[in-house]
């Protein structure tokens, strides 16, 4: 079962920031935080990831609470290509690597 | 580079058809991956690599085999097809030291 707790949903208005929280209270002490998401039925795309401080790419940025039992994803000017379901996930970045999905959060960019 | 390509994008199969979906990429990753995705629920891990010749079960294996003789392929095979394998596969591989995975872009099974 995945390891982390999404809204299933949220909208969002085109040019404002989207932020989308995620729980995940039992992360172990070298698990990441990683974020993908899935535009319409293509394959998941790599968004960002952290451990314990916060990150930020050309993407996204990715703030992980102090007690990294929760983190929000940003998307700072959000645009309809926006649009997508996000997956958090937590899990340990080296080694295999077994990514656990949930369901996501099914994110609506309005125009 | 064309990254991870997958074929068919779309099949039918009848119950009890075998068939196998192929994976190929081009990055030279060790790690290899195979998901499935249902209607409106995320992706499950069903088999993954860790290199050429080395394979090991996900969370949902039963029902495929896998095999893994070149860096490059991992294909999946189903052998006797059921209803309740209808779904989306993915592919997707990543480097030694990389911290993301790659995806393709799905193969569509509808078993009928």
């Known amino acids: 079962d995945a390891k982390t707790t999404q809204p299933p949903s949220m909208d969002c208005a085109e040019g404002r920031a989207a932020n989308l929280p995620c729980n995940h209270s039992?992360?172990?002490?070298?698990?990441?935080v990683y974020w993908y998401r899935q535009i319409h039925s293509q394959g998941p795309q790599y968004i960002i990831h952290g451990l314990k401080n916060n990150e930020t790419n050309e993407m996204a940025s990715l703030i992980i609470t102090e007690d990294r039992k929760s983190s929000t994803l940003i998307l700072p000017h959000a645009t309809l290509r926006d649009t997508a379901v996000y997956y958090c996930?937590?899990?340990?970045?080296?080694?295999?690597?077994?990514?656990?999905f949930g369901q996501g959060t099914r994110l609506t960019i309005n125009p | 580079n064309a990254g991870v390509t997958q074929t068919p994008k779309f099949r039918i199969l009848k119950i009890g058809q075998s068939m196998t979906l192929q994976c190929t990429q081009d990055?030279?990753?060790?790690?290899m991956y195979w998901y499935r995705q249902d209607p409106g629920m995320g992706l499950k891990l069903i088999y993954y690599s860790v290199g050429a010749g080395i394979t090991d079960k996900g969370e949902v294996p039963n029902g495929y085999n896998v095999s893994r003789s070149t860096t490059e392929d991992f294909p999946l095979r189903l052998e006797l097809a059921a209803p309740s394998q209808t779904s989306v596969y993915f592919c997707?591989?990543?480097?030694?030291?990389?911290?993301?995975?790659?995806f393709g872009p799905g193969t569509r099974l509808l078993v009928l």
């Open positions: 990055m030279n990753h060790n790690y």
């Open positions: 997707a591989s990543r480097g030694d030291r990389q911290e993301t995975q790659y």
């Open positions: 996930i937590v899990g340990i970045i080296q080694g295999a690597q077994k990514l656990v």
């Open positions: 039992t992360i172990s002490g070298n698990e990441y």
